[in-house]
């Protein structure tokens, strides 16, 4: 039985709910109409500490849930009226890969007039991270995110995120995957003119500025759920799409990945351990606003929507 994890704003504090056949719950009412009590009061972080045990329960309350509605109803929400938060609520590091959609880099090159890479493996190129900053970036569904004041050409990317479930440590591709916990819709938004500090000299290593350019508060929308891995048959073949304002920008699909999530899994694991609750954005395609010159405005409204995950809403004030 599937089964859809999210967080949201209960009385001051934050909440796990679960989602079952399209009904959202509140987990601890759940798992004391359900008896059991393993499951009350966990966060999902808490969850992710042991996530093949905590699967297993999961699953087999959700098909209790699916089973008995008459118990289950007394913990059903309101999805219309929910304060949803993003999934995680101490997520480790954030982990996003550049220039990882053969579109994108299509799209990038003919905007630019730049020779790109169109084909690194072939090249001997490693994928390429950087590290968006943790509980500082994070932002959930339905959340209002302000515009950063030292930006004017601020940008969208849809991502899909990856979540890790268990500690990584130089890892295969061919094991990589077993080491997710699951995937979740995300939005990279993106300073652009702050990449770069046009005082300083072209020829300085100072002049590159990725914490402007990459962060800042609510600067990554994830949500609104995390879709366990066994629920996604893979992640290569998901569509991925963008709107701002319900005006369609990103249309594509993972298996435009120049790396795939287990090749960037395994390629960071060789560098550093990878613990639960770290977090991988994947790259976006093509279709971001820098392509045409076209940046996000106070008031926009962006939806990030990858299929069999959710619809990522997020409104710029």
């Known amino acids: 039985m599937k089964y859809q994890l999210f967080r949201f704003a209960k009385g001051g504090k934050q909440a796990t ?16 109409a359900m008896a059991m009590p393993t499951l009350a009061n966990q966060s999902i972080d808490a969850l992710l500490e042991d996530w093949s045990g905590s699967h297993l329960l999961l699953k087999e309350l959700a098909k209790t849930v699916a089973g008995d509605s008459a118990r289950a109803s007394g913990s059903q929400l309101e999805a219309q009226v929910m304060h949803f938060k993003a999934p995680l609520g101490r997520p480790g590091v954030i982990y996003a890969a550049g220039a990882n959609y053969r579109d994108h880099v299509e799209a990038m090159g003919r905007a630019f007039n730049m020779k790109l890479v169109l084909d690194p493996k072939a090249e001997g190129v490693d994928p390429w991270h950087f590290i968006k900053a943790g509980r500082g970036t994070l932002s959930g569904h339905g959340e209002s995110v302000a515009f950063p004041p030292h930006t004017q050409k601020l940008d969208w990317e849809a ?16 094991d990589a995957l077993s080491y997710v916990a699951g995937y979740s819709c995300a ?18 290593p100072f002049r590159f500025d990725w914490i402007g350019h990459k962060c800042f508060t609510g600067a990554c929308p994830v949500g609104p759920y995390l879709t366990p891995a066994e629920f996604v048959t893979s992640p290569e073949s998901l569509g991925i799409k963008l709107w701002v304002n319900d005006v369609l920008k990103q249309d594509s699909n993972t298996s435009n990945h120049l790396y795939g999530v287990a090749e960037q899994i ?5 560098r550093l351990d990878l613990y639960p609750g770290d977090i991988l954005l994947t790259g976006t395609p093509a279709g971001v606003g820098m392509e045409t010159g076209t940046f996000i405005a106070p008031g926009d409204v962006l939806k990030v929507w990858v299929e069999g995950l959710g619809e990522l809403k997020t409104q710029i004030i």
């Open 17 to 32: 709910g679960m989602l079952v056949n399209d009904k959202h719950f509140d987990l601890n009412g759940l798992s004391v």
């Open 266 to 270: 395994s390629y960071l694991s060789h």
């Open 159 to 174: 991502e899909l995120a990856v979540v890790i479930g268990k500690t990584a440590s130089k890892v295969s591709v061919g």
């Open 187 to 204: 939005n990279d938004l993106s300073a652009r003119d702050n990449l770069t500090r046009a005082q300083v000299d072209q020829s300085s």
